[in-house]
Nanobody, 125 residues
Framework: QEQLVESGGGLVQAGGSLRLSCAAS????????MGWFRQAPGKEREFVSVISGGSTNYADSVKGRFTISRDIAKKTVYLQINSLKPEDTAIYYC????????????????????WGQGTQVTVSS
């Protein structure tokens, strides 16, 4: 069973920034598509961003504020989150989808087979 290990969450004031990290095994990092989702209290898990090779995609609510990237040497995917808003408060999850999935379906959490434990991001107003 693959383990994805997230870190970097915390409490930050509105307008602040955080960088979330997700460490994966070499096999998963190399062959799988990596994504970020989040779940706010009382809400369903929602797509945030995805990266595969040089391609990225973002939810409309985070475009221009969030940036996904990957460090091949460290086998780590990052989510840089800037201009944080109270509505960004959620548990953020890293996930991995097997190769060959339809790119446009990667906004669906059901396409992902491995999940991290989540990291809490809390934004105060």
């Amino acid at each position: 069973q693959e383990q994805l290990v997230e870190s970097g969450g915390g409490l930050v004031q509105a307008g602040g920034s955080l960088r979330l990290s997700c460490a994966a095994s070499e096999r998963t990092f190399t062959y799988y598509t990596m994504g970020w989702f989040r779940q706010a209290p009382g809400k369903e898990r929602e797509f945030v961003s995805v990266i595969s090779g040089g391609s990225t995609n973002y939810a409309d609510s985070v475009k221009g504020r969030f940036t996904i990237s990957r460090d091949i040497a460290k086998k780590t995917v990052y989510l840089q989150i800037n201009s944080l808003k109270p509505e960004d408060t959620a548990i953020y999850y890293c996930a991995a989808a097997p190769p060959g999935r339809n790119w446009y379906r990667l906004v669906d959490a059901n396409e992902y087979v491995f999940w991290g434990q989540g990291t809490q991001v809390t934004v105060s107003s």
